[in-house]
C-alpha cells in the first residue's frame, strides 16, 4: 500500500496564526482526504481534496477556515487558519489508490497540533 | 451509509482470541462492512471487509452474519500490540462512496 508522509508531525502555534500541513505520498493515488481528530474523539471528514480543482468540503468546515490544495497525484496541503484553542487537533491525511473496486484508504500518522 | 453500534470498550487476555462485535442492523444490500484499527500516537490502519462471506487474511477473520446485521472481527491470538481503538464502518464500495465515517469504536486493551 502507499507510503504516507505528513509534515509537520507536530506543532504548538499562538492564536490567530495559521499552519500550513503537508501529505506527500510515494506513488500516484487517485483520492485524498483530511480528517480532524479532536481530542478523545473519533475522527471527522474535512474535506475531499481534488486534483485541479476546489476541495469538496464536509457540512461544518469551510474554505476560508481549512484552504486545501492538491497540485498533483501525489501531494496535498491543509492549512489551518486564524487558529484558536479550538483548533487543537490531530490532522490526518489518508488517501486511495483506486477509485472504486473496494479499495480501502490508507492513512499518514497525523499532525498534532496545538494552540495556545 | 448504514450506522454501526459496538460496544466501548474490551479487554482480552494476551495469546487468546479477542472477538469484536458490531451491530449494522440497517446496513444495505450493497454495503460492505470495514474494519480499521488506530493504535496510539498513529493513523488509522486498515484490517479486512467483507460483503456477506466470511473473510480471512493474515491480521485478523471477519465473521458476517447471514442476514448481515451484525459481524465480529477475531484477532485469534492477541499480543500487546494489538492494543487499540477498533473502528467498524459500513460503506458502499463504489464510485462516489469512498469517505469514511467513524464511530466511537472498541478500545481493546490486550492484559498480560
Known amino acids: 500500500s502507499a507510503v504516507i508522509s505528513q509534515k509537520p508531525s507536530r506543532d504548538i502555534c499562538q492564536r490567530g496564526t495559521s499552519l500550513t500541513i503537508q501529505c506527500q505520498v510515494d506513488s500516484q493515488v487517485t483520492m485524498m482526504f483530511w480528517y480532524r481528530q479532536q481530542p478523545g474523539q473519533s475522527l471527522t471528514l474535512i474535506a475531499t481534496a481534488n486534483q485541479g480543482s476546489e476541495a469538496t468540503y464536509e457540512s461544518g468546515f469551510v474554505i476560508d477556515k481549512f484552504p486545501i490544495s492538491r497540485p498533483n497525484l501525489t501531494f496535498s496541503t491543509l492549512t489551518v487558519s486564524n487558529m484558536s484553542p479550538e483548533d487543537s487537533s490531530i490532522y490526518l491525511c489518508s488517501v486511495v489508490e483506486e477509485r472504486g473496486l473496494n479499495q480501502p484508504q490508507h492513512f499518514g500518522d497525523g499532525t498534532r497540533l496545538s494552540i495556545l | ?112
Not at chain 2, 33 to 49: A, E, L, M, N
Not at chain 2, 83 to 97: H, S
Open chain 2, 1 to 112: 451509509d448504514a450506522k454501526t453500534t459496538q460496544p466501548p470498550s474490551m479487554d482480552c487476555a494476551e495469546g487468546r482470541a479477542a472477538n469484536l462485535p458490531c451491530n449494522h442492523s440497517t446496513i444495505s444490500g450493497n454495503e460492505y462492512v470495514y474494519w480499521y484499527r488506530q493504535i496510539h500516537s498513529q493513523g488509522p490502519q486498515y484490517i479486512i471487509h467483507g460483503l456477506k462471506n466470511n473473510e480471512t487474511n493474515e491480521m485478523a477473520s471477519l465473521i458476517i452474519t447471514e442476514d448481515r446485521k451484525s459481524s465480529t472481527l477475531i484477532l485469534p491470538h492477541a499480543t500487546l500490540r494489538d492494543t487499540a481503538v477498533y473502528y467498524c464502518i459500513v460503506r458502499l464500495p463504489n464510485f462516489g462512496n469512498e469517505k469514511l465515517t467513524f464511530g466511537t469504536g472498541t478500545r481493546l486493551t490486550i492484559i498480560p
